[in-house]
T-cell receptor, first 113, second 115 residues
Framework: KAGVTQTPRYLIKTRGQQVTLSCSPISGHRSVSWYQQTPGQGLQFLFEYFSETQRNKGNFPGRFSGRQFSNSRSEMNVSTLELGDSALYLC????????????FGPGTRLLVL | AQSVTQLDSHVSVSEGTPVLLRCNYSSSYSPSLFWYVQHPNKGLQLLLKYTSAATLVKGINGFEAEFKKSETSFHLTKPSAHMSDAAEYFCVVRGLTGGGNKLTFGTGTQLKVEL
C-alpha cells in the first residue's frame, strides 16, 4: 500500500499570501490529522477530519482552516501568511477516529518570507 | 488534559551500547502512549504503542518500552545502539477529550550515536 502523500513538498510564500497544502491518506483510511512542527513550538495539533467533518481542533487562529473530500483526501489552507507560519506541516492518516494508529506523511516545508 | 515530558533533550551513546530515552506522562485516564522517530528531513515513523494491553511493548528495530503506572513513565530502550538509530525521538500521548485522534507530543530527544 502506498503511504501518506503530501504535496507540494516545499513551498516559498511571502507575508500576506495564502497557501493550500494537500494530503492523500493511505487507501482505506478515513481520518486525516494535521500537525505543525517548528523549532520553537515543537509538534502541535492543528485539526482532524473524519468523514468530511472536523472532529477536533487545536489552538490555532482562524487563518488556519481545512477540509476533507469524499475520497478522504484533505487540504489545509493558511490565509494572510505570517513569518511565524514557516514550519513543516505534517499530515497523518488512520483507519478511524477512535484511537487507531496514525501514519505520517513526509510533510510540506513552508517558508514565509 | 494529557501531557508527556521527555526528560532529556539530547542523548549521546556509543555504537553497541544500550539506549535509554526517558518519558513521563500525565493523564487522568489510562493513556494511549506512543514513541515515534523522525530522521532528518523525513516524516514521523511509529516505533511502538501502548494501549493498555501488555505493559512491555516491543517495537520495530529492536526498540521496546515499558509502561509503569506507579512511576507514570514510558521509557524507550534498546539493548545495542546502531549508527542508523541517530534521529529525534518523540514520546506521544493520545488525547481522549472529545474522542478523536489528537496526539500531544513531547519536546523530543535527539539521539546521537558515536563510533
Amino acid at each position: 500500500k502506498a503511504g501518506v502523500t503530501q504535496t507540494p513538498r516545499y513551498l516559498i510564500k511571502t507575508r500576506g499570501q495564502q497557501v493550500t497544502l494537500s494530503c492523500s491518506p493511505i487507501s482505506g483510511h478515513r481520518s486525516v490529522s494535521w500537525y505543525q512542527q517548528t523549532p520553537g513550538q515543537g509538534l502541535q495539533f492543528l485539526f482532524e477530519y473524519f468523514s468530511e467533518t472536523q472532529r477536533n481542533k487545536g489552538n490555532f487562529p482562524g487563518r488556519f482552516s481545512g477540509r476533507q473530500f469524499s475520497n478522504s483526501r484533505s487540504e489545509m489552507n493558511v490565509s494572510t501568511l505570517e513569518l511565524g507560519d514557516s514550519a513543516l506541516y505534517l499530515c497523518a492518516s488512520s483507519l478511524d477516529t477512535g484511537g487507531e494508529t496514525q501514519y505520517f506523511g513526509p510533510g510540506t516545508r513552508l517558508l514565509v518570507l | 488534559a494529557q501531557s508527556v515530558t521527555q526528560l532529556d533533550s539530547h542523548v549521546s551513546v556509543s555504537e553497541g551500547t544500550p539506549v535509554l530515552l526517558r518519558c513521563n506522562y500525565s493523564s487522568s485516564y489510562s493513556p494511549s502512549l506512543f514513541w515515534y522517530v523522525q530522521h532528518p528531513n523525513k516524516g514521523l515513523q511509529l516505533l511502538l504503542k501502548y494501549t493498555s494491553a501488555a505493559t512491555l511493548v516491543k517495537g520495530i528495530n529492536g526498540f521496546e518500552a515499558e509502561f509503569k503506572k506507579s512511576e507514570t513513565s514510558f521509557h524507550l530502550t534498546k539493548p545495542s545502539a546502531h549508527m542508523s538509530d541517530a534521529a529525534e525521538y518523540f514520546c506521544v500521548v493520545r488525547g481522549l477529550t472529545g474522542g478523536g485522534n489528537k496526539l500531544t507530543f513531547g519536546t523530543g530527544t535527539q539521539l546521537k550515536v558515536e563510533l
